[in-house]
């Protein structure tokens, strides 16, 4: 398995896009869906496969490999 690190500034990024989830839907649905993105990061980490290189140019050249998460 792949070593995964959800850094702090990702993390607090994260808790806000749930918290406004909750605050436009009914409350529960933020929380769901930071823990479907997160079963979806582990369940990444666990194959073996090599993603591409991200589009992204300053994590492309970092060596990140990138996937899409829920087809957006």
Do not use: T
Request: with cysteine; glycine share 4%.
């Amino acid at each position: 398995m792949r070593r995964v690190v959800i850094m702090p500034h990702a993390e607090r990024s994260l808790l806000a896009v749930a918290e406004f989830i909750n605050s436009k839907n009914s409350p529960g649905n933020g929380d769901r869906w930071a823990n479907e993105l997160i079963d979806f990061i582990y369940a990444y980490a666990q194959l073996k496969i090599v993603h591409p290189l991200c589009k992204n140019e300053m994590l492309a050249q970092r060596g990140f490999s990138c996937v899409v998460f829920n087809k957006k």
